[in-house]
Protein backbone atom coordinates (compact mmCIF):
# COMPACT_ATOMS: atom_id res chain seq x y z
CA UNK A 1 0.00 0.00 0.00
CA UNK A 2 1.43 3.20 -1.38
CA UNK A 3 0.02 6.47 -0.16
CA UNK A 4 0.52 9.78 -1.88
CA UNK A 5 1.30 9.33 -5.74
CA UNK A 6 4.25 12.18 -6.37
CA UNK A 7 7.72 10.81 -7.40
CA UNK A 8 8.20 8.98 -4.33
CA UNK A 9 4.97 6.95 -4.53
CA UNK A 10 5.20 6.84 -8.18
CA UNK A 11 8.65 5.72 -7.99
CA UNK A 12 8.02 2.95 -5.09
CA UNK A 13 5.04 1.70 -7.59
CA UNK A 14 6.72 1.45 -10.81
CA UNK A 15 9.30 -0.62 -8.93
CA UNK A 16 7.56 -2.50 -6.54
CA UNK A 17 5.53 -4.13 -9.61
CA UNK A 18 8.58 -4.60 -12.07
CA UNK A 19 9.70 -6.76 -9.02
CA UNK A 20 6.58 -8.80 -8.94
CA UNK A 21 4.69 -7.05 -5.95
CA UNK A 22 1.22 -6.99 -5.77
CA UNK A 23 0.87 -2.84 -5.36
CA UNK A 24 -1.79 -0.32 -4.47
CA UNK A 25 -1.72 3.68 -4.91
CA UNK A 26 -3.66 6.65 -2.94
CA UNK A 27 -3.59 9.76 -4.08
CA UNK A 28 -5.56 12.47 -3.80
CA UNK A 29 -5.16 14.73 -6.31
CA UNK A 30 -3.15 13.67 -9.34
CA UNK A 31 -0.86 10.87 -10.19
CA UNK A 32 2.59 12.51 -10.32
CA UNK A 33 1.89 14.40 -7.10
CA UNK A 34 3.10 17.64 -6.35
CA UNK A 35 5.63 17.89 -8.03
CA UNK A 36 3.74 17.69 -11.49
CA UNK A 37 0.74 20.57 -10.01
CA UNK A 38 2.82 22.97 -8.36
CA UNK A 39 6.67 22.38 -7.97
CA UNK A 40 9.09 21.05 -10.65
CA UNK A 41 7.25 21.04 -13.68
CA UNK A 42 5.42 23.97 -13.80
CA UNK A 43 8.15 26.64 -12.43
CA UNK A 44 10.60 25.11 -14.93
CA UNK A 45 7.79 25.83 -17.28
CA UNK A 46 7.13 29.12 -16.36
CA UNK A 47 10.76 29.50 -15.98
CA UNK A 48 11.46 28.20 -19.95
CA UNK A 49 9.13 30.61 -21.16
CA UNK A 50 11.18 33.57 -19.03
CA UNK A 51 14.11 32.15 -20.66
CA UNK A 52 12.70 32.38 -24.21
CA UNK A 53 11.90 36.02 -23.34
CA UNK A 54 15.17 36.68 -22.20
CA UNK A 55 16.86 34.99 -25.05
CA UNK A 56 14.37 37.01 -27.70
CA UNK A 57 15.41 40.14 -25.90
CA UNK A 58 19.36 39.42 -26.58
CA UNK A 59 18.63 38.70 -30.46
CA UNK A 60 21.16 41.59 -31.79
CA UNK A 61 23.43 39.46 -29.51
CA UNK A 62 22.45 36.77 -32.23
CA UNK A 63 22.65 38.57 -35.22
CA UNK A 64 19.15 39.32 -35.57
CA UNK A 65 17.27 42.49 -35.74
CA UNK A 66 16.22 43.49 -32.05
CA UNK A 67 12.31 42.74 -30.67
CA UNK A 68 11.18 43.15 -27.65
CA UNK A 69 8.48 40.26 -26.77
CA UNK A 70 5.82 40.49 -24.01
CA UNK A 71 4.44 37.96 -21.64
CA UNK A 72 0.58 36.33 -22.69
CA UNK A 73 -0.46 34.77 -19.66
CA UNK A 74 -3.84 33.22 -21.01
CA UNK A 75 -1.39 31.44 -23.83
CA UNK A 76 0.95 30.39 -20.59
CA UNK A 77 -1.65 29.28 -18.48
CA UNK A 78 -2.82 26.99 -21.56
CA UNK A 79 0.74 25.59 -21.77
CA UNK A 80 1.04 24.75 -18.34
CA UNK A 81 -2.29 23.13 -18.08
CA UNK A 82 -1.56 21.41 -21.17
CA UNK A 83 2.39 19.75 -20.17
CA UNK A 84 0.69 18.94 -16.52
CA UNK A 85 -2.20 17.10 -18.54
CA UNK A 86 0.21 15.30 -20.79
CA UNK A 87 2.42 14.17 -17.73
CA UNK A 88 -0.37 13.10 -15.31
CA UNK A 89 -1.63 11.23 -18.31
CA UNK A 90 1.59 9.32 -19.28
CA UNK A 91 2.04 8.86 -15.39
CA UNK A 92 -1.66 7.24 -14.98
CA UNK A 93 -1.15 4.79 -18.18
CA UNK A 94 2.26 3.45 -17.03
CA UNK A 95 1.24 2.53 -13.61
CA UNK A 96 -2.04 0.87 -14.95
CA UNK A 97 -0.24 -0.82 -17.63
CA UNK A 98 1.88 -2.27 -14.30
CA UNK A 99 -1.64 -3.46 -13.07
CA UNK A 100 -0.49 -1.12 -10.03
CA UNK A 101 -4.62 -0.61 -8.03
CA UNK A 102 -5.29 3.18 -8.37
CA UNK A 103 -7.39 4.90 -5.95
CA UNK A 104 -8.68 8.41 -6.40
CA UNK A 105 -9.07 9.35 -2.73
CA UNK A 106 -7.36 10.09 1.23
CA UNK A 107 -5.04 7.55 2.72
CA UNK A 108 -4.51 6.51 6.74
CA UNK A 109 -3.35 4.28 8.18
CA UNK A 110 -5.25 2.22 11.04
CA UNK A 111 -3.04 0.04 11.97
CA UNK A 112 0.16 -1.41 11.22
CA UNK A 113 -1.09 -3.68 8.29
CA UNK A 114 -4.06 -1.75 7.62
CA UNK A 115 -4.50 1.17 5.20
CA UNK A 116 -7.85 3.29 5.01
CA UNK A 117 -8.83 4.39 1.75
CA UNK A 118 -11.79 7.27 1.72
CA UNK A 119 -13.24 7.90 -2.07
CA UNK A 120 -16.07 9.58 -3.05
CA UNK A 121 -17.61 5.93 -3.03
CA UNK A 122 -16.85 5.44 0.64
CA UNK A 123 -14.36 4.13 2.37
CA UNK A 124 -11.94 0.77 2.58
CA UNK A 125 -9.73 -0.98 4.46
CA UNK A 126 -7.01 -2.72 2.58
CA UNK A 127 -4.51 -5.31 4.42
CA UNK A 128 -0.98 -4.90 2.89
CA UNK A 129 2.56 -6.85 4.18
CA UNK A 130 4.26 -3.22 3.59
CA UNK A 131 2.83 0.24 3.88
CA UNK A 132 4.98 3.41 1.95
CA UNK A 133 3.84 6.73 3.26
CA UNK A 134 4.66 9.65 0.64
CA UNK A 135 2.14 12.31 1.03
CA UNK A 136 4.62 15.04 0.18
CA UNK A 137 5.01 18.80 1.56
CA UNK A 138 2.92 22.43 1.09
CA UNK A 139 4.33 25.66 1.47
CA UNK A 140 4.38 26.88 5.40
CA UNK A 141 2.46 30.13 5.46
CA UNK A 142 2.95 32.30 8.90
CA UNK A 143 0.65 32.97 10.93
CA UNK A 144 1.46 36.74 9.87
CA UNK A 145 0.64 36.60 6.33
CA UNK A 146 -2.67 36.71 5.45
CA UNK A 147 -2.59 34.31 2.04
CA UNK A 148 -5.48 35.24 -0.15
CA UNK A 149 -4.50 33.72 -3.84
CA UNK A 150 -5.06 37.12 -5.13
CA UNK A 151 -2.28 39.57 -4.03
CA UNK A 152 -0.70 37.74 -1.59
CA UNK A 153 0.77 34.55 -2.59
CA UNK A 154 2.39 31.22 -2.24
CA UNK A 155 3.71 29.38 -5.01
CA UNK A 156 0.59 27.35 -6.01
CA UNK A 157 -1.38 30.30 -6.40
CA UNK A 158 1.49 31.50 -9.19
CA UNK A 159 1.03 29.22 -11.90
CA UNK A 160 0.41 31.62 -13.50
CA UNK A 161 -0.83 34.47 -11.25
CA UNK A 162 -4.29 36.38 -12.17
CA UNK A 163 -2.68 39.14 -13.21
CA UNK A 164 1.62 39.89 -13.85
CA UNK A 165 2.33 41.69 -10.54
CA UNK A 166 3.75 45.15 -11.77
CA UNK A 167 6.32 44.71 -8.69
CA UNK A 168 6.08 41.78 -6.15
CA UNK A 169 7.94 41.32 -3.24
CA UNK A 170 9.46 37.62 -2.34
CA UNK A 171 10.09 36.89 0.95
CA UNK A 172 12.63 34.01 1.44
CA UNK A 173 16.06 33.72 -0.70
CA UNK A 174 16.08 29.81 -1.09
CA UNK A 175 16.57 28.14 -4.28
CA UNK A 176 12.35 28.47 -4.78
CA UNK A 177 12.59 32.26 -3.88
CA UNK A 178 15.43 33.32 -6.21
CA UNK A 179 13.65 31.00 -9.00
CA UNK A 180 10.61 32.61 -8.70
CA UNK A 181 12.71 36.35 -8.60
CA UNK A 182 13.99 35.07 -12.20
CA UNK A 183 11.05 34.25 -13.54
CA UNK A 184 8.90 37.29 -12.49
CA UNK A 185 11.87 39.49 -13.49
CA UNK A 186 12.34 37.85 -16.78
CA UNK A 187 8.56 38.45 -17.41
CA UNK A 188 8.99 42.26 -16.68
CA UNK A 189 7.92 42.66 -13.17
CA UNK A 190 9.72 45.29 -10.99
CA UNK A 191 10.63 42.72 -8.49
CA UNK A 192 12.30 43.43 -4.61
CA UNK A 193 14.04 39.86 -2.45
CA UNK A 194 13.62 40.25 1.13
CA UNK A 195 17.27 38.26 2.44
CA UNK A 196 17.17 37.38 5.27
CA UNK A 197 20.78 36.67 5.87
CA UNK A 198 23.76 38.88 4.11
CA UNK A 199 23.80 35.75 1.41
CA UNK A 200 21.05 35.15 -1.23
CA UNK A 201 21.05 30.85 -1.14
CA UNK A 202 21.98 31.01 2.46
CA UNK A 203 24.72 27.14 2.70
CA UNK A 204 25.12 27.54 -1.11
CA UNK A 205 29.27 27.96 -1.75
CA UNK A 206 29.75 32.01 -1.33
CA UNK A 207 31.40 32.55 -4.92
CA UNK A 208 28.00 30.99 -6.06
CA UNK A 209 25.87 32.72 -4.08
CA UNK A 210 27.63 35.96 -5.19
CA UNK A 211 27.41 35.31 -8.98
CA UNK A 212 23.94 35.13 -9.05
CA UNK A 213 23.42 38.45 -7.04
CA UNK A 214 25.33 40.62 -9.02
CA UNK A 215 23.02 38.89 -11.69
CA UNK A 216 20.06 39.60 -9.74
CA UNK A 217 21.49 43.65 -9.45
CA UNK A 218 22.76 43.73 -12.90
CA UNK A 219 18.65 42.92 -13.75
CA UNK A 220 17.56 45.65 -11.67
CA UNK A 221 16.75 43.23 -8.55
CA UNK A 222 16.06 45.27 -5.38
CA UNK A 223 17.60 43.17 -2.69
CA UNK A 224 16.89 43.86 0.79
CA UNK A 225 19.57 41.98 2.33
CA UNK A 226 19.59 41.42 6.74
CA UNK A 227 15.59 41.63 6.31
CA UNK A 228 13.58 39.45 8.07
CA UNK A 229 9.91 39.77 7.29
CA UNK A 230 7.75 39.88 10.19
CA UNK A 231 4.75 41.25 8.90
CA UNK A 232 2.44 41.38 5.63
CA UNK A 233 -0.67 43.20 4.82
CA UNK A 234 -2.82 44.51 2.14
CA UNK A 235 -2.79 48.07 1.05
CA UNK A 236 -4.84 50.24 -1.04
CA UNK A 237 -1.88 50.34 -3.92
CA UNK A 238 -1.25 46.57 -3.38
CA UNK A 239 0.59 45.03 -0.31
CA UNK A 240 3.24 45.86 2.00
CA UNK A 241 6.11 43.85 3.98
CA UNK A 242 7.88 44.46 7.25
CA UNK A 243 11.20 43.57 8.41
CA UNK A 244 12.02 42.67 11.69
CA UNK A 245 14.50 45.93 11.63
CA UNK A 246 12.03 48.36 10.82
CA UNK A 247 12.30 48.53 7.13
CA UNK A 248 9.50 47.97 4.58
CA UNK A 249 8.55 46.43 1.22
CA UNK A 250 5.60 48.17 -0.96
CA UNK A 251 4.44 46.16 -4.09
CA UNK A 252 1.92 44.69 -5.76
CA UNK A 253 2.09 41.60 -4.72
CA UNK A 254 3.82 39.58 -2.44
CA UNK A 255 5.20 35.87 -3.06
CA UNK A 256 6.08 33.47 0.55
CA UNK A 257 8.76 31.13 -0.27
CA UNK A 258 9.87 30.32 2.99
CA UNK A 259 9.57 26.71 3.36
CA UNK A 260 7.29 23.79 3.35
CA UNK A 261 5.75 21.62 6.09
CA UNK A 262 4.94 17.94 5.92
CA UNK A 263 1.50 16.46 4.83
CA UNK A 264 1.16 13.95 7.68
CA UNK A 265 -1.85 15.06 9.70
CA UNK A 266 -4.20 13.22 7.97
CA UNK A 267 -2.13 10.06 8.06
CA UNK A 268 -3.65 8.96 11.50
CA UNK A 269 0.20 8.46 12.65
CA UNK A 270 -0.54 7.85 16.13
CA UNK A 271 -2.79 4.66 15.45
CA UNK A 272 0.78 3.25 14.87
CA UNK A 273 2.98 5.48 17.32
CA UNK A 274 5.83 6.01 14.17
CA UNK A 275 8.27 8.55 15.30
CA UNK A 276 8.33 12.20 13.92
CA UNK A 277 10.05 15.12 13.95
CA UNK A 278 8.11 18.14 13.53
CA UNK A 279 5.68 16.34 11.40
CA UNK A 280 8.52 14.90 9.56
CA UNK A 281 9.08 10.92 9.44
CA UNK A 282 11.81 9.50 10.71
CA UNK A 283 13.19 6.91 8.37
CA UNK A 284 16.66 4.86 8.51
CA UNK A 285 19.15 4.15 5.50
CA UNK A 286 16.69 1.63 4.07
CA UNK A 287 13.63 4.62 4.52
CA UNK A 288 11.71 2.73 7.49
CA UNK A 289 10.18 4.12 9.72
CA UNK A 290 10.78 3.15 13.76
CA UNK A 291 7.66 0.87 12.83
CA UNK A 292 8.63 -2.54 11.37
CA UNK A 293 7.21 -2.61 7.52
CA UNK A 294 6.14 0.83 7.19
CA UNK A 295 8.87 3.34 5.32
CA UNK A 296 8.25 6.67 4.35
CA UNK A 297 9.88 8.87 1.39
CA UNK A 298 10.27 12.33 -0.75
CA UNK A 299 9.37 15.61 1.15
CA UNK A 300 7.76 13.24 4.25
CA UNK A 301 11.00 12.11 5.34
CA UNK A 302 12.57 14.46 6.06
CA UNK A 303 15.58 14.37 3.94
CA UNK A 304 16.74 16.71 0.96
CA UNK A 305 13.70 17.88 -0.57
CA UNK A 306 14.12 16.88 -4.25
CA UNK A 307 11.88 14.60 -6.83
CA UNK A 308 14.93 13.14 -8.09
CA UNK A 309 15.49 12.28 -4.00
CA UNK A 310 12.33 10.87 -3.50
CA UNK A 311 12.30 8.29 -6.71
CA UNK A 312 15.74 7.05 -5.79
CA UNK A 313 13.85 6.69 -2.28
CA UNK A 314 10.52 5.28 -3.73
CA UNK A 315 13.25 2.53 -5.62
CA UNK A 316 15.06 1.45 -2.86
CA UNK A 317 11.74 0.96 -0.88
CA UNK A 318 10.59 -1.60 -3.17
CA UNK A 319 14.09 -3.10 -3.28
CA UNK A 320 14.15 -3.57 0.61
CA UNK A 321 10.58 -4.65 0.70
CA UNK A 322 11.06 -7.36 -1.92
CA UNK A 323 13.66 -8.39 -0.33
CA UNK A 324 16.76 -7.19 -2.02
CA UNK A 325 18.40 -5.57 0.71
CA UNK A 326 20.80 -8.41 1.15
CA UNK A 327 22.32 -8.04 -2.63
CA UNK A 328 25.18 -6.02 -3.27
CA UNK A 329 23.49 -2.98 -4.20
CA UNK A 330 24.52 0.93 -2.87
CA UNK A 331 22.60 2.52 -0.36
CA UNK A 332 21.09 5.67 -1.11
CA UNK A 333 24.04 8.55 -0.45
CA UNK A 334 22.30 12.08 0.45
CA UNK A 335 25.72 14.16 -0.30
CA UNK A 336 26.36 12.63 -3.48
CA UNK A 337 22.38 13.89 -4.97
CA UNK A 338 22.97 16.64 -7.59
CA UNK A 339 20.90 19.92 -6.92
CA UNK A 340 20.40 22.61 -9.34
CA UNK A 341 18.88 26.51 -9.29
CA UNK A 342 16.68 26.98 -12.79
CA UNK A 343 18.14 30.84 -12.24
CA UNK A 344 19.97 33.04 -14.75
CA UNK A 345 22.62 31.50 -14.72
CA UNK A 346 22.00 28.49 -13.63
CA UNK A 347 23.54 26.94 -10.63
CA UNK A 348 24.13 23.44 -10.05
CA UNK A 349 26.32 21.73 -7.95
CA UNK A 350 27.29 17.44 -6.48
CA UNK A 351 29.34 16.54 -3.89
CA UNK A 352 31.68 17.89 -1.66
CA UNK A 353 31.78 21.49 -1.17
CA UNK A 354 34.79 23.98 -1.27
CA UNK A 355 34.07 25.79 2.56
CA UNK A 356 32.88 22.14 3.58
CA UNK A 357 35.99 20.74 2.86
CA UNK A 358 37.91 24.04 4.29
CA UNK A 359 35.62 23.64 7.54
CA UNK A 360 36.91 19.89 7.32
CA UNK A 361 40.43 20.51 7.68
CA UNK A 362 40.25 18.47 4.54
CA UNK A 363 43.01 18.84 1.91
CA UNK A 364 41.18 18.96 -1.54
CA UNK A 365 42.44 20.73 -4.92
CA UNK A 366 40.32 23.29 -6.34
CA UNK A 367 40.07 24.05 -10.19
CA UNK A 368 38.03 26.75 -11.74
CA UNK A 369 37.36 27.11 -15.39
CA UNK A 370 35.45 30.50 -16.66
CA UNK A 371 32.85 29.73 -19.28
CA UNK A 372 33.97 33.04 -21.23
CA UNK A 373 37.15 30.59 -22.31
CA UNK A 374 35.00 28.08 -24.58
CA UNK A 375 34.27 28.72 -28.37
CA UNK A 376 30.32 27.43 -27.26
CA UNK A 377 29.59 29.90 -24.68
CA UNK A 378 30.82 32.81 -26.96
CA UNK A 379 28.41 30.98 -30.20
CA UNK A 380 25.71 31.19 -27.75
CA UNK A 381 26.34 34.92 -26.87
CA UNK A 382 26.20 34.01 -23.21
CA UNK A 383 30.02 33.78 -21.55
CA UNK A 384 28.77 33.47 -17.71
CA UNK A 385 29.96 31.34 -15.34
CA UNK A 386 31.98 28.99 -14.19
CA UNK A 387 33.06 25.59 -13.53
CA UNK A 388 34.13 24.50 -10.34
CA UNK A 389 36.03 21.06 -9.94
CA UNK A 390 36.70 20.07 -5.85
CA UNK A 391 39.61 16.84 -6.57
CA UNK A 392 41.58 14.75 -4.15
CA UNK A 393 44.97 15.96 -4.40
CA UNK A 394 46.23 12.33 -3.87
CA UNK A 395 44.45 10.14 -5.83
CA UNK A 396 42.79 12.63 -8.16
CA UNK A 397 39.22 11.34 -7.38
CA UNK A 398 36.32 13.98 -8.28
CA UNK A 399 34.93 14.75 -5.20
CA UNK A 400 32.56 17.63 -5.92
CA UNK A 401 31.65 20.57 -8.42
CA UNK A 402 29.73 23.40 -8.69
CA UNK A 403 28.67 24.64 -12.09
CA UNK A 404 27.11 28.19 -12.64
CA UNK A 405 26.61 29.19 -16.13
CA UNK A 406 23.89 28.18 -18.95
CA UNK A 407 23.05 24.44 -19.26
CA UNK A 408 24.51 24.11 -15.28
CA UNK A 409 21.87 21.50 -14.50
CA UNK A 410 22.55 19.44 -17.81
CA UNK A 411 26.18 19.80 -17.59
CA UNK A 412 26.35 18.83 -13.58
CA UNK A 413 25.59 15.33 -14.38
CA UNK A 414 28.77 14.81 -15.62
CA UNK A 415 30.26 15.33 -12.23
CA UNK A 416 27.23 13.66 -10.53
CA UNK A 417 28.04 10.50 -12.58
CA UNK A 418 32.14 11.02 -11.65
CA UNK A 419 31.37 11.52 -7.81
CA UNK A 420 28.87 8.69 -7.82
CA UNK A 421 31.87 6.60 -9.72
CA UNK A 422 34.49 7.45 -8.07
CA UNK A 423 36.22 8.38 -11.29
CA UNK A 424 39.72 10.40 -11.46
CA UNK A 425 40.50 13.90 -12.77
CA UNK A 426 42.40 11.93 -15.18
CA UNK A 427 39.14 9.53 -16.89
CA UNK A 428 37.19 12.80 -17.36
CA UNK A 429 40.49 14.13 -19.67
CA UNK A 430 40.85 11.44 -21.65
CA UNK A 431 36.86 11.20 -22.27
CA UNK A 432 36.31 12.79 -25.94
CA UNK A 433 33.71 14.90 -25.43
CA UNK A 434 32.11 16.50 -28.97
CA UNK A 435 33.39 20.13 -29.93
CA UNK A 436 32.31 22.81 -29.62
CA UNK A 437 30.02 22.26 -26.41
CA UNK A 438 29.77 23.75 -23.12
CA UNK A 439 30.92 20.47 -21.40
CA UNK A 440 34.30 20.80 -22.69
CA UNK A 441 34.89 23.52 -20.27
CA UNK A 442 34.26 20.21 -17.67
CA UNK A 443 37.61 18.79 -18.76
CA UNK A 444 39.56 22.08 -18.69
CA UNK A 445 39.02 21.97 -15.35
CA UNK A 446 39.92 18.62 -15.08
CA UNK A 447 43.13 19.04 -17.21
C1 LIG B 1 8.18 25.60 -6.29
C2 LIG B 1 8.93 24.31 -6.18
C3 LIG B 1 9.75 23.91 -7.23
C4 LIG B 1 10.47 22.72 -7.14
N1 LIG B 1 11.30 22.38 -8.16
C5 LIG B 1 12.03 21.25 -8.08
C6 LIG B 1 12.91 20.88 -9.13
O1 LIG B 1 13.07 21.61 -10.12
N2 LIG B 1 13.62 19.73 -9.03
C7 LIG B 1 13.48 18.91 -7.94
O2 LIG B 1 14.14 17.86 -7.89
N3 LIG B 1 12.66 19.22 -6.92
C8 LIG B 1 11.93 20.37 -6.97
N4 LIG B 1 11.07 20.69 -5.95
C9 LIG B 1 10.89 19.74 -4.84
C10 LIG B 1 9.98 18.59 -5.29
O3 LIG B 1 8.81 19.12 -5.85
C11 LIG B 1 9.64 17.69 -4.11
O4 LIG B 1 10.82 17.32 -3.46
C12 LIG B 1 8.90 16.44 -4.62
O5 LIG B 1 7.68 16.79 -5.20
C13 LIG B 1 8.68 15.48 -3.47
O6 LIG B 1 8.02 14.35 -3.95
P1 LIG B 1 7.04 13.52 -3.00
O7 LIG B 1 6.73 12.27 -3.73
O8 LIG B 1 7.60 13.43 -1.65
O9 LIG B 1 5.75 14.43 -2.82
P2 LIG B 1 4.74 15.23 -3.72
O10 LIG B 1 5.22 15.50 -5.09
O11 LIG B 1 4.39 16.39 -2.84
O12 LIG B 1 3.50 14.25 -3.81
C14 LIG B 1 2.80 13.84 -2.66
C15 LIG B 1 1.41 13.43 -3.07
O13 LIG B 1 0.74 12.87 -1.94
C16 LIG B 1 -0.63 13.23 -2.02
N5 LIG B 1 -1.23 13.11 -0.68
C17 LIG B 1 -0.95 13.82 0.42
N6 LIG B 1 -1.64 13.34 1.48
C18 LIG B 1 -2.39 12.32 1.01
C19 LIG B 1 -3.28 11.41 1.62
N7 LIG B 1 -3.51 11.42 2.93
N8 LIG B 1 -3.88 10.48 0.84
C20 LIG B 1 -3.63 10.43 -0.49
N9 LIG B 1 -2.77 11.24 -1.11
C21 LIG B 1 -2.14 12.18 -0.36
C22 LIG B 1 -0.60 14.64 -2.54
O14 LIG B 1 -1.83 14.98 -3.16
C23 LIG B 1 0.55 14.60 -3.54
O15 LIG B 1 0.09 14.34 -4.83
C24 LIG B 1 10.36 21.89 -5.99
C25 LIG B 1 9.52 22.30 -4.93
C26 LIG B 1 8.83 23.49 -5.02
C27 LIG B 1 7.94 23.90 -3.87
Not at 55 to 71: D, Q, T, W, Y
Not at 267 to 272: F, R, Y
Request: proline content about 4%; some cysteine; hydrophobic content about 40%.
Amino acid sequence: MIIGGGPAGHSAATYGARLGAEIVLIERDVFGGAAHLWDCIPSKAMIATGGALSFLARSKGMGLEEVSPHIDLGNLGERLAGIEAKLTNTTTKVLASQQVRLIDGIGSIVDEHTVRAVTDEGEEDIFADYIVLCTGSRPRIPEWAPVDGDRILTTRDAYPPKELPSHIVVVGSGVTGVEFVHMFRSFGSEVTLLVSRQQVLPGKDAEVAYALEEDFLRRGVNLMKGARATGLERTDEGVRVYSEDGRVADGSHALLAIGSIPNSELLALENVGIATDGGYINVDHHCRSSVPHIYAAGDLSGRLPLSSVASMQGRKIAEHAMGMHDLPHRHLDYDKAASAIFTEPEIADVGLAEADAFAEGRKIRVTKVPFSVSAKALINDDPRGFVKMVSDPATGVILGGSIVGRHAAELISILALAVNAGLTVNDIVESLFVHPTLSEVLAEAAE
